[in-house]
């Protein structure tokens, strides 16, 4: 330091601090060899804080005003230099500014995914994110714990540590409270709530107090979130055949449109034949596709005496053959009783499917 800053240091009467920047927590006020005047103006605005040290020691602290420094306002640092008679000379003494306003938009997040128990999932990885904002809550538990001699102290210089604090206990509450995955968005705002009470204690021993905390995602990851994707896709969709057959109509359309010349139209057509052709088959279907064939055995009465057991083509001759009719009746092994052949779906359905008797020429 020159010798006019020197000068000037020793002539200058008034500290304060105008903060220039968005993320200063504490600023030390500096003046030659920490000299400061009997009688200077001390101005301590809003959302500040003044302590004086002396010698690694707190001393006074100072809120929001303006005083002028003599033994009457520094009752504690009169007392550490033996002020018993007053002075009227320059005394040396540190002084830090701590900015007590909220610091805002401050990031959270898990650097490593967070394994879960999920009732309807199983095991799960979750990544998560937010913002919170802080302010200094005791300054001079601040400046022991966490400031130390820096005379310029940022929010980047701790952020890490906090963000670590928040995480660790945000699993927890994560793991307690098994919120389905899908029911967490739900729960962003009690989430948020939880951790700031859970964090206070851990903050509080820093001389700092969490003011808002939010979640803003949680998320799985990427191949999870793709697979669920799907699943809410098919559930979107519903019938399948009939959205097949409605992508297939829109293709038919579009290529019927495109000015392509022949191979559009031909395309657009041949499209046109299969969506009828699997259209009629959906219509006949019911009428040319047979009834299933009876997987069981069953046993049929005939003149009051049990007959068989019969399995599937059999009971189409036993019905071709005038044997078994529709009013005969007939058990199969599960049946509670003798039920009639009408009231059996899978018999009644051979009546259906086989033909009348040729008449007699």
Partial sequence: MGLFDKLRGELIDIIEWIDPTNDTMVHRFERYNNEIKYGA???????????????????????????????????ILSTLLGWVHGFNSPFKAEVYFVSTRQFTDLKWGTKNPIMLRDPEFGPVRLRAYGTYAVRVLFAPTFIKEIVGTDGAFTTDQITDQLRNLIVARFADILGESKIPILDLAGNYDELGKFISDRIF?????????????????????????AALDKRTSMGVIGNLHAYTQFQAANAMEKAAENP????????????????????????????????????????????????G?????????????????????????????????????????????????????
């Fill in 201 to 225: 204690d851990d903050f509080d021993s820093y001389g700092l107090q969490v003011t808002k905390l939010l979640v803003e995602n949680i998320s799985l990851p990427p191949e999870v979130e």
């Fill in 309 to 361: 057991p019969y399995d599937g083509p059999t009971l189409k001759q036993q019905i071709q053959s005038g044997r078994l009719t529709r009013d005969s009746l007939v058990w199969a092994e599960g049946m509670a009783q003798w039920t009639v052949a009408a009231e059996v779906p899978d018999v009644a359905k051979l009546f259906g499917a086989t033909p009348p008797p040729i008449p007699p020429k």
């Fill in 41 to 75: 103006k001390l101005i301590v605005r809003e959302s500040q804080v003044a302590v004086f040290i002396d010698r690694g020691k707190l001393a006074d602290v100072f809120e929001p005003g303006t005083y002028t420094l003599e033994t009457g306002n520094l009752p």
């Fill in 260 to 307: 392509g010349g022949a191979a559009g139209g031909g395309l657009g057509l041949g499209m046109g034949f299969a969506m009828a052709g699997q259209m009629g088959q959906a219509a006949a279907g019911a009428a040319q596709v047979p009834p299933p064939v009876p997987q069981g055995n069953y046993f049929v009465a005939v003149d009051g005496q049990q007959t």
